[in-house]
């Protein structure tokens, strides 16, 4: 089986169902390649209160005009131009999702702490750095200790994926496309060897 992904035209949903359907997961649908969706910002949870539109929605920086003016027809923000409707839509369910919240209407207050005492601890000693020959390590290689790690019982996929974990790697086949984490991994993978 081929897969080819185009990280410059396919959409981040795409690059994930394309993986989640290589390694097996049952419910991957595959959108057609090259189509983007549109890209939705981060929610920006800081509101106003009282700085609500005509149906109750604050003023958010991703969809809203910056200048902040309410239309003369119906008192709802001036919407930003060149949002496509689909990322409208989208932030506009964000916002009232935090708005349901409880709690949402009152902001997080965090006291201010009073200094505490530390006591004056020795330095740590200084420990040596672990001598790993930077990119010596292949895929394959990787590759290989995990299967002797399953064959001699040491290793399995519950410890697999912890390693996975410790790396960033999730699922833990992410690794084969991170050469400068090969070394470290085989390292973490040394206690499961035969």
Known sequence: MQIIIDTDKDSAARI???IAAAF??????LPEPHQTAPEVPPATPEYKPGDVDAEGIPWDER???SNKEKTQKDGRWKRRK?????????VTQQIKAIAAMPGAEAPLVIPDLPPSKVPDLPPLPEVPPVPVASGATTWKQVSEMVTRGF???KLDAEKLQSI???FGCVPFALASGKPDLHDAIAVALQEFQP
């Open 24 to 29: 097996g997961e049952p419910d991957a649908t």
């Open 164 to 166: 996975g974990v410790m």
């Open 82 to 90: 060149n949002v496509p409707d689909a990322v409208y839509a989208e």
């Open 63 to 65: 969809i809203h005009s």
């Open 16 to 18: 994930t169902a394309v």
């Open 151 to 153: 064959g001699c019982g």
